[in-house]
């Protein structure tokens, strides 16, 4: 019966280590592979992300575009062809649009536009409708609530 203590790696799948640095005859001894003098012969020799030997990296050599705007509403849209899914005269809010994952994620708002048709009687509550998405709902005999 074989424990965990007589676990070994597959013969010839592990190579041991080259020790440098230990004397003449390791072959690898005195600069231990580093070469002779220089930078990269010191120890805590490294170079910043970016760096060009000197020259003006890429990144500060493309020009800066664009910002981004703090004040910016996320603003959750919905079909009104996405509102069929609703049973005849339910009243359709954010809790039910969430509920049937039409509206996702953090939103500032929600908006209903026109595409598509609506066959059913609807409350629509949302912060934003557009024209034709206003003139389906109340086509459809429905009402459009705007939230504040």
């Not at 220089?38 to 120890?43: A, D, I, L």
Request: charged letters at 25%; one cysteine or more; a positive charge.
């Amino acid at each position: 019966m074989s424990g965990i203590n007589t676990l070994r790696p597959d013969p010839g799948s592990t190579h041991k280590t080259k020790r440098i640095g230990r004397g003449p005859g390791s072959g690898r001894g005195k600069t231990a592979g580093r070469g002779s003098k220089g930078m990269w012969s010191r120890s805590g020799s490294s170079q910043k992300r970016g760096f060009e030997g000197g020259q003006m990296p890429l990144h500060r050599r493309l020009p800066k575009r664009g910002f981004t705007n703090i004040f910016k509403k996320e603003i959750a849209v919905v079909n009104v062809s996405d509102l069929e899914r609703f049973d005849n005269g339910v009243t359709v809010d954010e809790g039910a649009l969430r509920k049937v994952g039409l509206v996702k994620g953090h939103a500032d708002g929600i908006k209903i536009l026109g595409n598509g048709k609506l066959t059913k009687k609807l409350t629509v509550h949302a912060h934003k409708f557009s024209g034709t998405a206003r003139k389906h709902i109340e086509a459809a005999g429905g009402t459009c609530q705007e939230i504040q």
